[in-house]
């Protein structure tokens, strides 16, 4: 049995519009794989498809060896599928302290709680501790999310998805909006993820996807045109020409 996520010849259509055609991939348990291609490739509706959001057309998705294609999102997110919160869900005039610690509310009233008792409080103040140290961000635990740069909101979407203690994690479009000054700290953030996480990051920003990536997939009009090692699909002739050959998709 495989640990991870598998998918076997995904197929998505809106009526007669073909969005995701035949897809397979993996995505195991530390992965660190990037899904790139053109706008309307289908990249939203792919992550939407392994969320549970969206149900295929036809096609497989296994996890830990188990079919979970007749789970809803909620399910899924249960047994550890997270995708993360748009900047829209967080509290804006709560500070980044107060926003974690309604995430970790969140995970333990859907059950994922480890803590029941009386030490609960303290447990999950030393859980946001924890997280405020690896996304460095000690300093702003009290600042209010509308106060800190865009950049720093996104960091604090991520902190708010690790709080499920997610095993999968995709990322879609991370660094959007996100002025160039402050992409490191998405990169920097990624880098310290969980070794174990599975991590599927959908991203325009080249840099950011050659940074954290060691594995690419290019999917061009809902298909698979090539997966392969950063290198190899640097080097690939159709990539070149979808990325640099005056190509628009
Ligand atoms: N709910 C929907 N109904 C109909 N068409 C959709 C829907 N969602 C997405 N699409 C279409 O599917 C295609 C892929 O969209 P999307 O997955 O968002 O692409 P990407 O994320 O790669 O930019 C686009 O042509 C888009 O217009
Ligand atoms: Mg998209």
């Known amino acids: 049995m495989q640990t991870g996520l598998e998918v076997r010849g995904l197929s998505k259509n809106f009526g007669g519009l073909v969005v995701s055609e035949d897809i397979s991939f993996d995505l195991p348990s530390g992965a660190r794989k990037a899904l790139i291609g053109p706008n309307g490739a289908g990249k939203s509706t792919f992550a939407n498809l392994v969320t549970g959001i969206l149900r295929p057309s036809s096609g497989t998705i296994r996890f830990d060896g188990s079919d979970i294609g007749h789970l809803d999102e909620a399910a899924r997110v249960r047994l550890g599928i997270a995708k993360t919160f748009q900047v829209t869900t967080l509290f ?80 879609d479009e991370p660094a959007a909006g996100v002025p160039s000054s402050e992409v490191h700290l998405i990169s ?62």
């Open 92 to 171: 804006r005039r709560l500070t980044v302290r107060e926003n974690l610690r309604l995430g970790i509310i969140e995970r333990e009233r859907r059950g994922f709680g480890l803590f029941r008792r009386a030490d609960r409080d303290a447990a999950q103040e030393a859980e946001i501790d924890g997280l405020l140290s690896d996304f460095e961000m000690t300093d702003l635990a009290d600042v209010p999310v509308e106060n800190l740069a865009y950049g720093q909101q996104r960091l604090v979407e991520l902190a708010l998805t690790l709080s499920l203690k997610p095993r999968v994690l995709l990322l």
């Open 188 to 249: 920097d953030a990624i880098a310290r993820l969980p070794e174990d996480l599975a991590v599927l990051i959908i991203e325009h920003d080249m840099d950011l996807v050659f940074r954290v990536a060691t594995s690419i997939v290019v999917l061009v009009q809902g298909r698979i045109l090539v997966e392969g090692t950063p290198a190899e699909v640097a080097a690939d002739a159709r990539v070149r020409e979808l990325y640099l050959g005056g190509g628009h998709g």
